[in-house]
Every structure is written in C-alpha cells, then in structure tokens.
C-alpha cells in the first residue's frame, strides 16, 4: 500500500459515480469543481479506470518529480509526485508530451499546465490501451536535482498470475471502464504503475535485441519456461504475465543498446518510467540500464537421415530475392547443409521475383532459385532442382512487387518429382486415381486457387514425389499473416484475433483436398507443411486436422519445445509439418536457429520431419 493522502477518499468516491453512469471524460467537471479547493495531483488526473476521469481537461500546476526524459521518437518526459495516496489503482506518474525536446532534466521538481488527454499509439483501430498524458504543456522548473520517488519493484512476487479482467460485454469487450485491480490481474498492475519509475532486478531474456533496439525480459524465470531459456506461449491462456519489453532513454548515438538473446541474462537493477507504446505495450524506458550476461544458447544442427529415411523440411526465408546481398545466399545455405542436414525435399516459403519488391510484373523466381541453389551446392549441399508454380502478379499479398510464393526444393540424387502437366496460377489441381493409387492431376500444381479464401493470399502447392519407390504428396502453404489481430495487451479482453477468418478457410480448403487423397487412398503418404501463421492449439490447426485426415507433428514435441517464432517474448508455433495417418512413426525437430537469435537470416526456425514410407 503506498503512503496516504486526505483527498483520496473523495476522489475515488467521484470517479466511481461518473464510472457508473458511463460519463468518464463528462465527469470531470464535478470532478474537478468538487475538488477544486485542492490542486489537482497526477493520482487525480490517472483515476483508478484506464480513462482518466479529466479526460479531454485542461489542469493548472500540476506537482512532480521529473523521473526520465525521451528526446526522440514521442519526446516529452515522465513526472511523478512522491507524495502518493493510499489507493494502489491510482498510478502517481504522467508522461508530459512536448512534441519537441524537452528543456528539463531528471530529478527537476516542475509544475505543469496542460491538456489531460488520451493517446492511443497505433490509433483507435488498433485496439491498444491509451497512454495518460499532459499534452500541450507550460512547464515551471522549481528546483532541480532533486532525489527521484523511489522505483516500485516489479518482480515475480508483485505480478499477479492472472493476466487481465474479461472485458466488459456492455462495453464491446473492453476493459477501459472497469476498476483497476493491480492485485488481481497483472495488466491492472501494469496499468496502475503507467508512467511511473519502476524497476525490475536480474531477469532472463526472453525476445531478443530486435532492429530497434528493444528486448524482452520475464520477472518470473519459472513460468512456461522454454527448454532453451524462452517462455512458451501454448493456449491462449497463457499470455505469460512476467514478460516485459524494455528499451532505454538514452539515444543510440549517446550509448549502444546491449545485444542480447534468448536465455541472457539482464543482469543488476534496470529503472525507469513504465510507458505503454504500439509494438508490444507495457515498456520499461530504461533510465539505467542492466548489463547483458551472455548465455551459451548456439543455433541447432538436426540429426541427418539415414539411408532409408525421407527428410522433409519446411523453412521461410523472409523476402528472399537476387537484390539480397550474397551473405544472405550464403548462411541460408549454410544452414540448410549443416543446421538441416540438407533435407530430401525443403518447401520453401517467402520466395520473390527475380527483381525483388520493384514492382514492375516480373513474376518468374528463377534467378532467384539459381543463385540460392548455387549457394547451397557452394556450401556442400546437394544439387538440388526445384519446382513452383509462378503467382499472377501482384495477387498473392506479402510486400509488394515482390510475388512472393512458395518453391519444392529437392534432391534428385534421392527423390523423383512426378511431373503431371504441371499447372499454372489459376489452375486447380486435382486427385485422380492412377494405376489404382492416388495422384495429382497437375503436379506441380496449386490447390484450389479460385477459392476466395487465397485472395491476396499465398495459394497452396502442391507436389508428388517418389522415395524409394513410394509416392509422397507434400503440400506447401503460406497463411494469411497475423496482420489485423490486436496484441494480447489489447483494451478488448481477450484481444480481438481478425486474421483467425481468413486462415479458417484456408485450413478447410487444405483439409478437403487432403481428404481427396485419401478417398482415392486411405493409406497415401501425405505431409502438409508451411509457414500457417498459427498456433498447434488454433482452431486453424483443428481444422486442418479435422476428420482425422491429418495430425499436428510438432505436438509429438514435449511444449517447452513446441514453437518456431518468438514474438515479442512468446515462444510459439507458427510453421508446422501435418502428417496423413499413414505416417505413423517419425521424428521431429524444431530446428531453432533464428527466432532466439538477434543475429537472424530469418524470423523463422525451419522444421524437419524424418520417416519411413
């Protein structure tokens, strides 16, 4: 409980009166007039909602201790008023938006005048909560170098288990209205401490340093914890409350940002404001920084097949294209001879054109291909062929210009790829009995491409192979992307996950070709594989998986092994490997060699399966 003051009763008592009548912003004006005899205080002006009772007000001489300052990107500073009340809703920090570099220094004790608002980064569409803040405003500097309010402690003892209230149905499922209860649930905590200078002591990364000079952390080095030093997120439950992204007030050019991964250690106190912004919410703007302990976390190198095993692997390559320096060629191939053991067939995701992102109708990915395949027999790889099919122009979504589609990859000296009038963009392919087995009408060949489900969408490949005299039939997919979807520290709880339509419809189309195989033959060998852009436990995996006509490889992983991507300080699954139920007995490897990594040649971690037809 923080230390009392007088006015607290009555504040409380009025914002609770204009939360029940749904006035919130309308409620100032008794607010403030019932209080005007008192100036008003930064508990005042942040409520104990996450819509400051004084929304949209203007307030006089507001007191605080100025605790960090940022002079770039949304410049302004944080004050706090060291004389807190004993409400523990209320937070005793605002940030001040100057628009402009700021002319005060931590530790000065100002007043300012200004605009109570409330800013929401990335705009109201976005679904992200609002940042409380003074914008507009007349600073006085009282004295300076006064000691800052002491840092509240975040830790694993102070972060509830609970992530966030169920959102209010009256109000669309937000939030924004309902009591804050820090105790409760850890996003209230969180709320209740915005702008306020916080700490947190040694802690495990858990995102590592991204391009812009951020990580993550979790204060709570026990929950879901990943084999190799991640924090698993498995069901939409699990939001994993202890993580943390931090970043640092000092410019760049003043002091470098530490680079770190995934299992380091974020070692002695790191302290500053607790600010909310649009790429991953509640943020620690280090005002003193922890130092970076490396950990002995090394990319993974999967198991090579045996002389009867097929390897099969699936591997986005993020943007791939000739205008893409050799270095990338080069450790992607490196990867795909020494971290894949250089897989019998490799579907590759995020090929584009021959030119890249300019976009002038080039749609062919030969010399694309050539160069990476070069790369990979350059490494000591096989001299592998490839098969596709070439998108119409600008009609599969992914960056512009870029056409990007997805490729078979396959070893000749160890596979055949059955060549069956292959198709083109807006072809289907189709399942036709053969010599009393199931084949594909066009192989290469897309699945189902007219189906509005794949508009501005990667349409399914689809191929057949032969391994040792069995056919194979892999199927390449690239989903729709996450895009759209609010993230988990959303105002609508739980977030509202828009994507999950789109992707619904694409698993349905990928199930019912699957399952025409098997009506021609129940016991054909059938992978589907790709980039889904989902969860093991999404309703996208059921319904790939629906009727039994295929299973979710990577949940023959134990979980703390289960992901392919992390995203911001979630380790989760996004590429997957389905099986037919013919395959029954295989290995898997999620081949972590990127996603824990700041040093990436992808987002991704490519997936291996091994087996017997």
């Known amino acids: 409980m923080r230390s009392s003051h007088p006015r607290s009763a009555a504040v409380a ?19 403030e007039g019932a209080v005007s005899a008192d100036p008003i205080r930064i508990h005042d002006i942040q409520g104990t909602t996450r819509i400051s009772p004084l929304n ?31 409400n523990d809703a209320t937070s005793e920090g605002v940030f001040v938006f100057t628009n402009s570099v700021p002319t005060v220094a931590a530790g000065d004790a100002v007043k300012v005048s200004g605009t109570v608002g409330e800013y929401i980064p ?34 694993e003892y102070t972060v509830p288990a609970e992530y966030a209230p169920a959102g209010d149905p009256a109000a669309a499922g937000s939030i924004n209205g309902l009591a804050l209860e820090p105790s409760r649930y850890a996003l209230d905590l969180y709320e209740s401490l915005e702008g306020m200078n916080v700490k ?76 909310f912004n649009q790429f991953g919410g509640y943020t620690l703007v280090a005002r003193t920084l922890g130092t970076v302990k490396a950990g002995t976390l090394a990319p993974e190198k999967t198991k090579p097949q045996v002389e009867q095993e097929l390897a099969v692997a699936t591997y986005n390559v993020e943007n791939l294209d000739p205008t893409d320096p050799q270095e990338k060629f080069d450790a992607l191939a490196k990867a795909v001879v020494e971290n894949l053991a250089a897989p019998d067939i490799l579907a590759l995701e995020e090929i584009q054109d021959d030119n890249g992102a300019k976009n002038d109708g080039t749609v062919s990915a030969e010399q694309t291909l050539a160069k990476f395949t070069a790369a990979i027999s350059a490494a000591g790889g096989p001299a592998y062929q ?63 491409p007219a189906n509005p489900a794949w508009a501005d ?16 039939f892999v199927i390449a997919n690239h989903f729709g992307s996450k895009g759209g979807d609010e993230g988990l520290t959303s105002h609508h709880q739980p977030p509202v996950r828009s994507s999950e339509a789109k992707r619904l419809q694409q698993a349905q189309a990928v199930n019912g070709f699957v399952k025409q195989i098997l009506a021609e033959d129940k016991n054909a060998n059938v992978l589907v594989l790709g980039d889904i852009n989902d969860f093991e436990f999404s309703a996208t995996t059921d319904a790939l998986a629906d009727g039994g006509a295929l299973y979710p490889a990577i949940k023959s992983l134990p979980k703390a092994e289960r992901y392919s991507y992390v995203y911001q300080g979630n380790a989760q699954v996004l590429d997957q490997i389905l099986t037919s139920p013919a395959i029954k007995k295989f290995t898997y490897d999620s081949v972590h060699i990127n996603a824990e990594f700041a040093a990436q040649n992808s987002d991704h971690d490519p997936q291996v399966i091994r087996f017997r037809p």
């Open 457 to 472: 969408s990667r349409k399914p490949l689809a191929g057949e192979f032969v391994f040792r005299g069995k056919t194979v």
């Open 122 to 155: 990335g705009g109201l569409t976005s679904g992200n909560q609002s940042v409380t803040q003074i914008s507009k405003p007349t600073v006085t500097v009282v004295s300076s170098g006064n000691a800052l309010p002491e840092a509240t402690a975040i830790n």
């Open 56 to 86: 949209g007000k203007q307030v006089t001489d507001v007191e605080g201790i100025v605790t960090g300052v940022r002079t770039y990107g949304s410049r302004g500073f944080w004050i706090q008023d060291p004389d807190a009340d004993d």
């Open 200 to 275: 947190i002591g040694t802690s495990r990364v858990v995102g590592a340093t991204d391009p812009y000079s951020e990580l993550w952390v979790t204060v709570k080095g026990w929950e879901n914890t990943a084999k190799r030093g991640g924090t698993i997120y498995g069901s939409y439950e699990s939001q994993n409350t202890g993580r943390l992204q931090i970043q640092q007030l000092a410019p760049l050019a003043q002091q470098p940002f530490p680079v770190a991964n995934v299992g380091d250690k974020l070692t002695g106190t790191t302290e500053g404001p607790l600010d």
């Open 386 to 448: 490839w098969r596709t099919v070439n998108p119409e122009d600008k009609k599969d979504g992914g960056e512009p210009g870029g056409n990007i589609r997805q490729v078979f990859l396959y070893n000749p000296a160890r596979v055949s790829f059955t060549e069956r009038a292959p198709g083109d963009a807006v072809t289907a392919t189709g399942v036709a009995k053969v010599n009393g087995k199931a084949a594909l009408t066009h192989s290469p060949g897309r699945v189902d």
């Open 13 to 31: 008592a009025l914002v609770a009166t204009a939360l029940a009548t749904g006035l919130l912003a309308g409620s100032a004006d008794a607010a």
